[in-house]
């Protein structure tokens, strides 16, 4: 009996496998490149820049960039990859495409590295309609900003003839936000710094919108700007108290060599670094004012540091740190109740450095009050509270020691002056007021 030959089996089975090998290859990507293109909004103004960002497993080979108008094709960018990375970015500014203002079509072909199509790769061609604008946002003032003094807040009106990325004011280049309202003005608190001079606030103050395409209007805004005395003091620092900050905040500079560098690295880096964390939290600000008339001071409490006191501290002859007290302090019974300042949503709850545990009330337009040192919190983040509202105990956490409140107004994430806000005449000349006497 003959032997059957196996050799047939062995062919068809290496065929097979190179047909399933070819397949998986040639078939395992049969999508092109996804497409995604910034500004998303359907605009772009004359000096904007495109983005164009594609992904693909396969790897990215090439993209070529054209604009149809007026049944016209125009390339305006082409390149090919030596390497075909899963992500690649690219960007086309719009200066040199001659453009004029009107609408457009701007044509994408990404092409993958795949071997789809016999190693041509896979092709995606998006088709996105755009609209070359040119023209800035033109900003109305509806309210002169009133008389403000050094530390304090000034309020803003106004309207944008077209919907826009972002507007508000810039203080000497920061720029705290205006809040779109129901009958389409914008309103916006903005802070005069304590660390500037009249003359200089004056000069450094600016109203700007950005439109869906990227132009920019920016324009010198007006403000009456006065000078406000602040205290100055010099403290020794001593032996005693330098341990004791170590003992409590040791934690905060674990590489402090010795307790005058602990103090010293909590006075500088915690501190700056807690400032820039409320500047975050001021970006979460309510669009709509949540409070009511002048704010609640703790009951029965007396003073015992105001706004912007400017502190020197002095070691063995020498002045080696400074600081400003960025709030208002106030002394009553010890674990006295602290009443929410005015009505809003508590926005932070928890301990932050120098401030120890301290709760944050939004009460919209980028305006919040703070209370800190508290040895108790009763709220937590989210809770919607009335004016007056126990919200914890006065207490000596953080950078501390004796029983108090640390209260505190921020506007545009910046500290402010708080008894401005304590005061209802200034409460109605400076806000309510104005803005009832605002034709509607």
């Given at each position: 009996?003959?032997?059957?030959?196996?050799?047939?089996?062995?062919?068809?089975?290496?065929?097979?496998?190179?047909?399933?090998?070819?397949?998986?290859?040639?078939?395992?990507?049969?999508?092109?490149?996804?497409?995604?293109?910034?500004?998303?909004?359907?605009?772009?103004?004359?000096?904007?820049?495109?983005?164009?960002?594609?992904?693909?497993?396969?790897?990215?080979?090439?993209?070529?960039?054209?604009?149809?108008?007026?049944?016209?094709?125009?390339?305006?960018?082409?390149?090919?990859?030596?390497?075909?990375?899963?992500?690649?970015?690219?960007?086309?500014?719009?200066?040199?495409?001659?453009?004029?203002?009107?609408?457009?079509?701007?044509?994408?072909?990404?092409?993958?590295?795949?071997?789809?199509?016999?190693?041509?790769?896979?092709?995606?061609?998006?088709?996105?309609?755009?609209?070359?604008?040119?023209?800035?946002?033109?900003?109305?003032?509806?309210?002169?900003?009133?008389?403000?003094?050094?530390?304090?807040?000034?309020?803003?009106?106004?309207?944008?003839?077209?919907?826009?990325?972002?507007?508000?004011?810039?203080?000497?280049?920061?720029?705290?936000?205006?809040?779109?309202?129901?009958?389409?003005?914008?309103?916006?608190?903005?802070?005069?710094?304590?660390?500037?001079?009249?003359?200089?606030?004056?000069?450094?103050?600016?109203?700007?919108?950005?439109?869906?395409?990227?132009?920019?209007?920016?324009?010198?805004?007006?403000?009456?700007?006065?000078?406000?005395?602040?205290?100055?003091?010099?403290?020794?620092?001593?032996?005693?108290?330098?341990?004791?900050?170590?003992?409590?905040?040791?934690?905060?500079?674990?590489?402090?060599?010795?307790?005058?560098?602990?103090?010293?690295?909590?006075?500088?880096?915690?501190?700056?670094?807690?400032?820039?964390?409320?500047?975050?939290?001021?970006?979460?600000?309510?669009?709509?004012?949540?409070?009511?008339?002048?704010?609640?001071?703790?009951?029965?409490?007396?003073?015992?540091?105001?706004?912007?006191?400017?502190?020197?501290?002095?070691?063995?002859?020498?002045?080696?740190?400074?600081?400003?007290?960025?709030?208002?302090?106030?002394?009553?019974?010890?674990?006295?109740?602290?009443?929410?300042?005015?009505?809003?949503?508590?926005?932070?709850?928890?301990?932050?450095?120098?401030?120890?545990?301290?709760?944050?009330?939004?009460?919209?337009?980028?305006?919040?009050?703070?209370?800190?040192?508290?040895?108790?919190?009763?709220?937590?983040?989210?809770?919607?509270?009335?004016?007056?509202?126990?919200?914890?105990?006065?207490?000596?956490?953080?950078?501390?020691f004796g029983d108090h409140l640390h209260f505190g107004i921020l506007v545009g994430?910046?500290?402010?002056?708080?008894?401005?806000?304590?005061?209802?005449?200034?409460?109605?000349?400076?806000?309510?007021?104005?803005?009832?006497?605002?034709?509607?």
């Open positions: 009996m003959r032997k059957k030959s196996i050799f047939p089996l062995i062919l068809g089975f290496a065929i097979l496998t190179v047909l399933f090998v070819g397949g998986y290859v040639f078939l395992k990507d049969m999508d092109g490149p996804v497409i995604h293109v910034e500004p998303a909004s359907g605009r772009i103004s004359p000096q904007g820049v495109l983005k164009i960002a594609m992904v693909d497993p396969s790897g990215v080979r090439s993209v070529s960039v054209g604009i149809r108008k007026n049944n016209v094709a125009t390339s305006v960018f082409s390149r090919h990859f030596e390497q075909y990375l899963p992500e690649r970015t690219v960007e086309i500014p719009l200066g040199g495409t001659n453009l004029r203002e009107g609408a457009f079509d701007l044509e994408i072909r990404a092409t993958d590295g795949s071997m789809a199509g016999f190693g041509q790769g896979n092709t995606r061609t998006l088709l996105l309609p755009l609209r070359l604008d040119a023209q800035p946002p033109r900003i109305s003032i509806k309210t002169t900003p009133p008389n403000v003094h050094r530390g304090g807040t000034a309020l803003v009106k106004y309207t944008v003839d077209e919907e826009t990325i972002r507007s508000g004011v810039l203080v000497a280049g920061y720029f705290v936000p205006g809040y779109l309202q129901k009958d389409g003005s914008y309103l916006c608190f903005f802070p005069f710094p304590y660390s500037m001079t009249a003359k200089d606030y004056k000069n450094a103050v600016e109203i700007t919108a950005t439109d869906l395409a990227g132009n920019v209007t920016k324009s010198r805004l007006t403000v009456m700007s006065f000078e406000r005395a602040f205290k100055s003091d010099t403290l020794q620092l001593k032996e005693d108290f330098l341990g004791a900050v170590q003992n409590k905040l040791g934690k905060l500079a674990p590489e402090a060599a010795t307790p005058l560098d602990c103090w010293l690295y909590i006075n500088n880096q915690v501190r700056a670094a807690n400032v820039l964390t409320l500047r975050e939290i001021a970006g979460e600000s309510a669009a709509a004012m949540l409070w009511d008339g002048a704010f609640a001071r703790l009951p029965r409490s007396a003073s015992r540091a105001s706004f912007a006191d400017h502190r020197f501290f002095a070691w063995q002859g020498r002045v080696v740190g400074e600081s400003f007290h960025l709030g208002f302090d106030l002394a009553s019974v010890r674990n006295a109740e602290v009443p929410a300042g005015n009505s809003g949503r508590v926005i932070f709850s928890g301990n932050l450095g120098i401030y120890g545990n301290m709760v944050v009330i939004d009460h919209g337009l980028g305006c919040m009050s703070l209370y800190s040192h508290l040895s108790e919190r009763f709220v937590d983040v989210g809770e919607v509270v009335g004016k007056g509202r126990a919200i914890g105990k006065t207490g000596s956490t953080g950078l501390a994430g910046m500290e402010v002056n708080p008894l401005e806000w304590l005061d209802p005449k200034w409460i109605r000349d400076n806000i309510t007021g104005r803005l009832a006497a605002v034709p509607q």
